[in-house]
């Protein structure tokens, strides 16, 4: 006979929520920092010059730090993720660019145990783009000798984390976010869809 899924997650339910207080996590500030892996979901067609092709930013590792304070079940999240992304058009590099996001989230810990720590929450980041420095080809397709400047960003997104215990103070932290927000030039010469995911395992103490 199947078991019935509803009344398998109403135990589970169960079990999580009647964890032994000696089990549930009583650190409030988490810090961490690490590798981060920064995915562009999504590319935009754009007309430089008389030529109409495809440009996307590529996917690259750089670099996150985060600090969380919390209570037992709501904490708020401010990390900071940097790293660099080459921009292509039509296949080749024209440039590359800097990725800077400041990312603050309110995270709901459903599963608070000092060994398994998951959580999720919405984001709200402000980006913090470099300016587009131009190659050969760029500056050959473009038009433009120098670098060309961007604009800041800032929307909203949404997080999720899972962390592994490490006796009382130390973890290993991982986590994803989605931001949905996109790059473009200050002249609107250069506009792209980005929204990236950012993915990170870093790392963590807890006090």
């Known amino acids: 006979m199947a078991k019935n899924p509803i009344w398998t997650i109403a135990v589970c339910s169960a079990v999580i929520a009647t964890v032994p207080s000696a089990r549930a996590q009583d650190t409030h500030v988490k810090i961490y920092a690490g590798p981060a892996y920064v995915a562009p979901m999504q590319d935009s067609d754009i007309t430089l010059g008389t030529v109409t092709d495809t440009i996307k930013s590529e996917d690259h590792v750089g670099w996150n730090l985060g600090v969380e304070g919390r209570g037992k079940v709501v904490g708020v999240e401010l990390d900071y993720v940097n790293a660099d992304q080459d921009v292509k058009f039509g296949g080749s590099t024209i440039g590359d660019t800097t990725f800077s996001p400041l990312t603050a989230t309110v995270n709901f810990h459903v599963i608070p145990t000092k060994v398994v720590d998951f959580y999720f929450g919405p984001s709200y980041t402000w980006v ?32 999720l984390g899972l962390d592994f215990g490490i006796g009382k103070h130390f973890a290993i932290s991982t986590g994803l976010k989605y931001l949905n927000v996109d790059l473009q030039t200050s002249d609107g010469t250069i506009a792209t869809d980005v929204k990236p995911l950012v993915a990170r395992i870093d790392p963590a103490i807890r006090f």
Do not use: E
């Open 128 to 159: 913090n783009w470099g300016d587009i420095h131009l190659n050969a080809t760029g500056g050959t397709i473009t038009g433009s000798s120098g670098d060309l400047k961007t604009d800041s960003a800032h929307n909203w997104g949404v997080s």
